[in-house]
């Protein structure tokens, strides 16, 4: 019987460790962050893929942030090259900004 008992526990023991182990995912860190990230670029409208070759510099950049933006901070680390004349504009969250060349 107390074979019976002890076998019983290991069983229950083997299956708690199954369903634990199950449950995560290699790619989940299991929480949710707060980084600040670019989520979206897009040129003249479309969406950009990564590695974007030959984008003319009279093109129109959007880019999606995940927080609103601190736009003297992002005004002053921008670097441009080659470069071009442009204006910035800022939707009403803060988190989209839209470059457009002076050129067009």
Known sequence: MKLIF??????IAMLLALAITSCKNKDDDGFI????????????????????????????LGLVFSHKLSTSAFESGLAISPSV????????????????SMRR
């Open 6 to 11: 002890n076998r019983s526990y290991l069983f």
């Open 33 to 60: 962050t707060n980084d600040f990230r670019l989520l979206q670029v897009n040129i003249d409208g479309d969406a950009a893929t990564t590695g974007a070759t030959n984008v003319s510099v009279v093109a129109e």
């Open 85 to 100: 004349a442009y204006t910035l504009n800022y939707d009403n969250s803060g988190s989209i900004v839209t470059l457009i």
